[in-house]
């Protein structure tokens, strides 16, 4: 080999070491959030140090604190950045608030409360024009002590009862669905409540909710994929398209995180576009309303999924857990479904439940248990002749119970924290495969021919008066262990119990009525 060769071959020995891809966790490797990347350590490891350091290498000059009010929106406190001191101190301290402006169980004469970073949730703001850091935040009261009554501790109390009760831990995600609304150009009509997973050009906004899965992306949401919906209609030279965001299972607390998050996300780039939004539970009748399914996975202290057997059979573990969802789901519309228009999506033949039962694959059904990759088939290797045998993949972590019944207007903390007590619930029951046995379903409970399985059956509550009334005769088992508060509870029921109930009841025969409810609260949640 010449001289020049053997140089050549040194270079190239040279730079293939010299430039070899950083050896990199696989949790952050591709990672969309800016913080993450930069400082390449994962959420859960950020420090008070990491998160200065970031903002002073990366020129920020804002930083943004978030937190959820009873409405269930997310409120912004925006700090500009005038010096390390200041920046410390925000950091380490955070800030007062008015209580009393955010939650109606706090006396103006007490109000105030502060409000503290939770480093894990920072994220680079993907629509601020100035540099920003944004965080959500965690309330604490006048003494210095976690907030007991609000909903992001409500379920951080929910999660570690369930953990000191069973040794295992929660986990869920959310399938966040919502209606875009803009005027129609007439092209491409698509067929009326036959969108699901439909293409452009018949669907007319996957470039948006794209562009919003990046966004959320970045905010640090884990998402599974984005689709167009089932429910498209044209009103008046308008057309409203179904669309949906679904996560992948992560911890419980920081699902909630991510779906407040991902509405803060969709509303924003909306309002960008000039696209209406909304995550309300109907728009109309006889169109297909939008829920927030939360699918639910019980894992132990090594990530395990404890939700199939050794046989890859639902697991018992999984059956008391659906039965104590069973006994509280009447209870749980209270959390889930917290207006009048909630209840006019609780429906026959609309893809959402009515009565309290579970099954598998079946979308009739209050809880679901979704198609599992059970059948021990390499289905990729056989389609894909060449392509080794995935035998590195666990395909029994991608089993989940899916609850169907909640929808845009639910308080997400409580939701998600009256789902974890009533997982909890089940494994305290001594009947629990008894009742798991009784309220299973392997029907379409809504065809005619099922209408004596369905007297049978117990039935969701119809009003926000019988979810109030559902939630009071269940109230000392959310309770219990100090995971709700009385006064959140009373706060729930006397909220539900306020609504004009005529007035719901006569909107299911009017349609004027109902949108001129529909309307009032078309951006609930």
Known sequence: MGTESKTLLREKQFLAVTFQPKAMNKEIALNKNALVKWLEKEPATFTKDDIIRYIVENDIEMVNFMYPAADGRLKTLNFIINNLDYLETILSLGERVDGSSLFPFI???SSDLYVLPRFRTAFRDPFAEIPTVTMLCSFFDKDGNPLESAPEQTLRKACKE???????????????????ISMDSGLFAATDQKGYHESAPFAKFNDFRTKCM????????????GHSEVGNFTLNGTIYEQNEIEFLPVDAEQAADQLMLAKWVIRNLGYKEHLDVTFAPKITTGKAGSGLHIHMRIVDKDGKNMMLNEHK?????????????????PAITAFGNTNPTSYFRLVPHQEAPTNVCWGDRNRSVLVRVPLGWTADKDMCSALNPGTPASVDIDASKKQTAEIRSADGSADIYQLIAGLAVALRYGFELENALEIAKKTYVDVNIHNAENADRVKELAQLPTTCAES????????KIFESLGVFSPGMIDGIIAKLRSYDQAEAEAAKADSTLMRDLVNRYFHCG
Not at 320 to 326: D, F, S, V
Request: hydrophobic letters at 40%; zero cysteines.
């Open 214 to 225: 990046q966004y959320i992306a970045q905010t640090g949401g884990q998402i599974k994929y």
């Open 313 to 329: 059979h639902l697991s018992e573990t999984a059956r008391r857990a659906i039965a104590g969802l069973m006994m509280l789901a």
């Open 162 to 180: 369930f953990t000191k009760a069973t040794g295992l831990y929660f986990q869920a995600m959310g399938e966040l669905e919502y209606y875009v």
């Open 107 to 109: 006396e103006a004469g």
């Open 468 to 475: 109030a009334d559902e939630l009071e005769k269940a109230r």
